[in-house]
């Protein structure tokens, strides 16, 4: 057995209000498995790589009429085709900070990619407001997690300071959207359309 | 018969200094044949839309540097998986306004889809200047078609004009990006990833 030889690993990089992460989360766990890909989910906030690129506050798909309106209606057809639920929430983008630090309690603790699922399917099958805390509550709830503890967890400074630190190494790893895929051997996919190709890529690196 | 039936039908918006219309260009004609889709292929200037949103006068790839490094990198990989030739043009965008107004010349006169096909290989397969009046000529002259007479007609009020009204006619559309397809019941789809759902979806719509 030659113990370098790791098997097929890829990074999924995830923003909890970025649409297209959300067809790409309800998906990549099947697939991934099929493939024999190893998968690590990686939260990490998109705003602050926005902002230090120069760009204005807020979803380039709302500074940008014409590529958000073929967005939604892209992420529609999407989710027909999937059979995922679909309802937009409003405001968008939501805020999205407290979810991906609860996720990194959760990736941690053994429920973190069912509560990162649950938050996609509120958030963009229900429009429902994953910003608020009692909305993750209910998620948290509904997954048989206690939710004081985590919420208490994820807002600590341990936690405050991974979720800035996953974001510098995104930034660092040229990533610049959400989803985003990085395979052991450091190429990079972008988007919910590469997400098979990050996996074929990854399959075919460890061969 | 029931003459109100049309056949599926997609209509093809190019922009010649579009690096994923290149490899939407070589792809596109065998796959609509295969899909029993009619194809048009209408050459327009993103240049003019991108200004008319504000954006900065040059390719969103080099004012927004980490997207456009990744772009680059995911260009030759899906050449390189398609078999296609892939050489990065110098600068880059190229000058596409001569390319797309003989484009529309050899569209009214039967041979303006291997001129697209052709200006895309010279372009991203060989790394040419498609801006150059003298490798357009180049390109006519293997094509069989007689230069001087094309590049005439391309420069001619007529032409000018309707690749003018063809880039309205597309910004109209809520295009925003190149390649994009538009079905006959007016979908949208934006990006050589979106071929075949496009193709797809004429299918469906007429039948």
């Known amino acids: 057995v030659d113990s370098t030889v790791q098997p097929p690993a890829i990074d999924f990089w995830l923003e909890f209000g970025s649409t297209y992460s959300y067809p790409a989360a309800m998906r990549i766990a099947p697939l991934a498995a099929a493939a024999g890909v190893t998968l690590r989910w990686r939260p990490f906030v998109l705003g602050a790589i926005f902002k230090a690129q120069g760009w204005p506050p807020d979803s380039p798909f709302n500074w940008q009429p014409a590529k958000g309106r073929y967005m939604w209606r892209d992420l529609e057809r999407l989710c027909a ?17 407290l979810a991906a630090r609860v996720a990194l309690v959760g990736l941690a603790e053994g429920w973190g990619e069912d509560f990162a699922r649950a938050v996609y399917r509120a958030e963009f099958g229900e429009g429902r407001p994953i910003g608020e805390t009692a909305v993750i509550a209910d998620l948290l709830a509904r997954l048989g997690v206690a939710a ?40 990079l996919f972008w988007g919910n359309d590469r997400l098979e190709a990050a996996l074929a890529w990854a399959s075919k690196a460890a061969s």
Do not use: Y
């Open 148 to 187: 004081a503890p985590a919420l208490s967890r994820a807002q600590s400074d341990e936690i405050k300071t991974r979720l800035r630190r996953e974001t510098d190494e995104a930034q660092r790893l040229g990533i610049f959207g959400a989803p985003s895929f990085v395979t052991a051997d450091g190429e």
């Open 81 to 97: 085709a999937l059979d995922l639920p679909f309802r937009r929430p409003a405001p968008f983008p939501q805020p999205s900070i």
